[in-house]
């Protein structure tokens, strides 16, 4: 779903998003549409926290229910009009003259959207409605915020050249790479624009455009097909070792650890701006004004930052694409990534720094709905399964195994890399709830596979890839 819109079969919601080269008058704008944004989901947010505390008062007083102040819906629409009255009393300059008409009315429509659904999965979450981890009440947003508003009516095209977009309100922007891929689509009458969002991210401004797109599911002609079952298991050494349920490992790629490459130049650019002046004077305790030195070491801070997080996206995008493409079941761990990186104190440190790198939570993310586009499925081994902690010769399960074993050595007599006796692992888990799947008619609570993709057997691999590393 998409608002109202529902998917139609054979369809899938996609995201297309592009660097863009605003003006200078054109940035101007994107920056007053999203403060308009910040202002809308604040101003609603105040009320609607006043509303709250309001009663909470009148409840401590001993005011019956039926006697106290009018709860504020917290409903679109309802959040919409109220923000409509009150914008004409208080988003008013100093001379008299509103500013909120300077902006689509799409960007404060779309950002107390956003603060309905915060305050609609807060609810949900504190009454057991709501799946995951427990949601807290939805908070300001500062001037420090990530800056972004977004467009669901007007004038959103992908202009014929290649080269431009045209937004509401923003006029006709250049993009940095070419739009082709989604223009094809949107000629062809296989995609439909739903909505246009603006951010202020990776050091420039960037639009984003959610898509229903027609796909046709199944592997792409020119792709290899690596193995049909595979499972894949994922690390910070070696980011996955992929192996069949025959012990035959057909992929191993090191995580390249981006971060940690850029941190040695990052420290030192941060060793520099210590030396300059900055906002703030430590001597007089107080905001300064920087110097010119200071906000360009700034900017190449960023700037290794921005470059540390785009081959971190593309690295996983091209790794899952291969995946997807080249396997028919993929069996894959269900890691909870938030809370691998739970607080250890500085003995865990380096390794939270090492998950966040590693991107594990993006790569499953990617791998699922890649699988659906590809013809592929995906099967999640519970949580707990020990996948690590089993031996793939006997089948027995270790009491423990500490992360500093990189080998598994088991009283059978198999010695064997610690990464890839767990991918073995998971493609057996896989391999079994497939065939379980297809025994009951097609459907599992883990996964459901596509009707084009036939019953897997035990078979040994067609083609295997070239190892990208070695074992631990």
């Given at each position: 779903m998409a608002g109202k819109f529902e998917v139609p079969d054979g369809w899938v919601l996609q995201a297309y998003q592009y660097a863009i080269d605003p003006t200078q008058a054109q940035a101007a704008a994107m920056e007053s549409h999203a403060g308009g944004a910040r202002f809308a989901y604040n101003t609603m947010l105040r009320a609607v926290k006043a509303n709250l505390d309001q009663r909470e008062a009148e409840r401590s007083y001993g005011i019956t229910k039926a006697d106290l102040t009018p709860t504020l819906p917290w409903s679109f629409q309802s959040l919409r009009n109220d923000f409509n009255k009150r914008k004409h009393r208080v988003a008013v300059r100093e001379d008299g003259t509103p500013w909120w008409g300077e902006n689509s009315k799409e960007a404060y429509a779309n950002a107390v959207k956003n603060l309905s659904v915060a305050l609609k999965n807060w609810e949900d979450s504190?009454?057991?409605?709501?799946?995951?981890?427990?949601?807290?009440?939805?908070?300001?947003?500062?001037?420090?915020?990530?800056?972004?508003?977004?467009?669901?009516?007007?004038?959103?095209?992908?202009?014929?050249?290649?080269?431009?977009?045209?937004?509401?309100?923003?006029?006709?922007?250049?993009?940095?790479?070419?739009?082709?891929?989604?223009?094809?689509?949107?000629?062809?009458?296989?995609?439909?624009?739903?909505?246009?969002t603006v951010r202020f991210e990776r050091g420039g401004w960037r639009v984003s455009f959610t898509v229903v797109v027609?796909?046709?599911?199944?592997?792409?002609?020119?792709?290899?097909?690596?193995?049909?079952?595979?499972?894949?298991?994922?690390?910070?050494?070696?980011?996955?070792?992929?192996?069949?349920?025959?012990?035959?490992?057909?992929?191993?790629?090191?995580?390249?650890?981006?971060?940690q490459r850029a941190s040695r130049k990052v420290r030192a650019l941060q060793r520099k701006a210590a030396r300059q002046q900055g906002r703030w004077d430590a001597v007089a305790k107080a905001e300064q004004e920087p110097s010119n030195g200071w906000l360009r070491t700034q900017q190449s801070?960023?700037?290794q930052h921005v470059r540390v997080a785009n081959l971190r996206r593309d690295r996983l995008h091209k790794l899952t694409t291969l995946l997807a493409q080249g396997f028919d079941v993929?069996?894959?761990?269900?890691?909870?990534?938030?809370?691998?990186?739970?607080?250890?104190?500085?003995?865990?440190?380096?390794?939270?720094?090492?998950?966040?790198?590693?991107?594990?939570?993006?790569?499953?993310?990617?791998?699922?709905?890649?699988?659906s586009w590809y013809g592929?499925?995906?099967?999640?081994?519970?949580?707990?399964?020990?996948?690590?902690?089993?031996?793939?010769?006997?089948?027995?399960?270790?009491a423990k195994?500490?992360?500093?074993?990189?080998?598994?050595?088991?009283?059978?007599?198999?010695?064997?890399?610690?990464?890839?006796n767990a991918a073995i692992n998971l493609a057996r888990y896989a391999r079994s709830e497939q065939s379980a799947c297809f025994a009951n008619g097609g459907a599992d609570r883990k996964t459901t596979a596509p009707a084009a993709l036939v019953a897997v057997k035990p078979e040994s691999s067609n083609g295997s890839a070239s190892p990208q590393g070695e074992a631990a």
């Open positions: 504190r009454r057991g409605a709501r799946s995951g981890p427990r949601m807290g009440f939805p908070s300001f947003k500062s001037k420090r915020s990530t800056r972004s508003f977004a467009f669901t009516t007007g004038g959103i095209r992908v202009e014929a050249d290649r080269h431009h977009v045209s937004l509401p309100r923003i006029g006709t922007v250049r993009v940095h790479e070419s739009t082709r891929k989604l223009a094809r689509r949107l000629e062809q009458g296989t995609a439909r624009i739903l909505r246009a027609k796909r046709g599911v199944g592997r792409r002609a020119h792709t290899k097909r690596l193995a049909p079952v595979v499972g894949v298991d994922l690390g910070v050494k070696d980011l996955i070792v992929a192996a069949t349920p025959e012990g035959q490992e057909v992929l191993r790629v090191r995580a390249p650890k981006e971060l801070i960023a700037k993929i069996g894959t761990e269900t890691l909870a990534v938030k809370n691998m990186m739970a607080s250890g104190g500085a003995r865990k440190r380096g390794l939270n720094r090492a998950i966040a790198d590693a991107g594990l939570g993006a790569f499953l993310r990617q791998i699922d709905y890649k699988t592929s499925v995906r099967v999640r081994a519970d949580r707990w399964y020990p996948s690590s902690k089993t031996c793939s010769g006997c089948g027995s399960v270790k195994l500490s992360l500093s074993e990189r080998r598994y050595v088991c009283d059978c007599g198999l010695v064997i890399d610690r990464d890839l």
